[in-house]
């Protein structure tokens, strides 16, 4: 997996948060001024790549990001740890497992024993939050396909729903399905800050390059709040 740190920390949230204020990002103080660096870390057993947040360098916007819609009447929810993704249009139905930057430097990924389980990048917005929650997924093993296998197929308008510990289902709707070069992946664009609750899900997509054992691109989906209802 592939990882860009930057070189901030924790800082408070403006007064936009509604509840407790958002943990922005946290980071090894071994990258503190060191700038973007590039380590690798294997998501499953093909060492499938996957680029990781780059601080964005601006503050958050007053808008919405570029590829999304801006959640109805300025809906956001406090922080609250998710448990159980749904998209019903690409048959997922899974739980959460929380990732961190490990000792060595590396983002954790989701354990590639389990097909069946995505990954929260827990130092970072929850789902519902203000800001960009990263969620990720692999998407096969040497044992055959993984939980996000079918995400390039999503469309937008697709639903995603995600039940947090808090007893919420939180439902948010594809505005954007990308295709990005690792070479060239957009950091900014991808895990800048937002001002409303926004969705990233990511897997690895495009060629697998059977010389490195790796695929050339990632597949990211973008999507925002788009209600919030009490869980059934």
């Not at 000792?103 to 954790?108: I, P, Y």
């Not at 947090?164 to 070479?183: I, L």
């Not at 597949?219 to 209802?229: C, K, N, P, Q, T």
Request: with cysteine; proline share 10%.
């Amino acid at each position: 997996m592939a990882v860009q740190q930057p070189s901030q920390t924790e800082q408070p949230e403006n007064g936009r948060t509604t509840g407790p204020r958002r943990r922005r990002l946290l980071w090894p103080a071994a990258a503190v001024g060191l700038g973007l660096v590039l380590i690798h870390n294997s998501l499953g057993t093909t060492r499938a790549s996957l680029p990781y947040p780059a601080r964005p360098t601006t503050a958050a916007s007053a808008f919405p990001h570029p590829k999304t819609s801006a959640s109805p009447d300025g809906i956001a929810l406090p922080r609250s740890a998710p448990k159980r993704i749904s998209i019903p249009d690409i048959d997922v139905d899974a739980p959460f497992t929380g990732l961190s930057i490990g000792a060595s430097g590396q983002l954790d990924p989701p354990p590639a024993e389990d097909t069946n389980l995505v990954g929260w990048f827990q130092d970072g917005a929850s789902p519902g939050e203000r800001g960009a929650s990263i969620v990720v997924g692999h998407v096969d093993t040497k044992t055959g396909p993984a939980v996000f296998a079918q995400l390039s197929t999503l469309e937008p308008g697709s639903r995603i729903d995600i039940t947090r510990s808090d007893g919420v289902v939180a439902s948010f709707k594809v505005d954007a399905v990308d295709t990005f070069s690792k070479a060239d992946f957009p950091n900014d664009e991808v895990y800048a800050d937002t001002s409303d609750p926004e969705l990233r899900l990511i897997t690895c997509g495009g060629s697998y390059n059977r010389t490195i054992q790796d695929y050339e691109s990632n597949v990211v989906v973008f999507a925002h709040l788009d209600s919030a209802e009490p869980a059934q």
